[in-house]
């Protein structure tokens, strides 16, 4: 079992609807969690951060967490052409401060 | 400040050679990770050096290794390179303190084993 895991899509959603992009892990000893944009070409960029559970918002993202369920959600309000990229999940390890990833999921958001 | 440098931005290698990638952090930075990335993949932790000691490994075999100097800057090596090393190699900084801090990337050296 990978220790990070997400859907590789592509998820297609239409401008202005709502990107749901999901993450499990299977370290409860993690505390952290991050989600990285990464566009094709270029390298990842932090776009939320997450440390309890619960929901954090910052413009149109929102990042979920929940411990219990070891998931971890990312929604993109007013989905933007912009928005098309990978969406990489990130925890540290519990027992090391390595950092993680995911497989990612790649976005397309079609006009 | 400068960003995270990775140098050089392209390389072509055969079979069996070496390579050696270099990693300049953000300035303040002591902690420098180093991640395979090929389609599919993700990125996969190649090992993390602060203040010049290796502290975490991932699980590549003992071909791939690195150090990191005095003043931050970090390199890998990779020896007796195989088809399948090809990948885009990122380096990442952070203060290296906390696990919950961000981490800022290079924008990576493509690797191609000819």
């Known amino acids: 079992q990978k220790e990070v895991e997400q859907n590789s899509g592509p998820l297609s959603v239409p401008e202005g609807a709502i990107a749901s992009l999901n993450c499990t892990y299977s370290?409860?000893?993690?505390?952290?969690f991050f989600w990285y944009r990464q566009y094709s070409g270029k390298s990842p960029e932090l776009i939320m951060s997450?440390?309890?559970?619960g929901d954090k918002e910052d413009g149109r993202f929102t990042a979920q967490l929940n411990k219990a369920s070891q998931y971890v959600s990312l929604l993109i309000r007013d989905s933007q052409p912009s928005d098309s990229a990978t969406y990489l999940c990130?925890?540290?390890?519990?027992?090391?401060?390595?950092?993680?990833f995911g497989s990612g999921t790649r976005l397309s958001i079609r006009p | 400040k400068a960003g995270v440098t990775q140098t050089p931005r392209y390389l072509i290698k055969t079979r069996g050679q070496q390579v050696t990638l270099s990693c300049s952090p953000i300035?303040?930075?002591?902690?420098v990770s180093w991640y395979q990335q090929t389609p599919g993949q993700g990125l996969q932790f190649l090992f993390e050096y602060f203040s010049e000691t290796q502290r975490n490994k991932g699980n590549f075999p003992g071909r791939f290794s690195g150090r990191q100097f005095s003043n931050s800057r970090s390199e890998m090596n990779v020896s007796t390179l195989e088809l399948g090393d090809s990948a885009l190699y990122l380096c990442a900084s952070r203060d290296g303190r906390a696990t919950n801090e961000k981490l800022f990337f290079g924008s990576g050296t493509q690797l191609s084993v000819l």
């Open positions: 997450i440390y309890s559970n």
């Open positions: 370290d409860r000893g993690s505390q952290s």
């Open positions: 300035s303040g930075h002591r902690s």
């Open positions: 990130a925890a540290p390890h519990s027992s090391a401060s390595k950092i993680i």
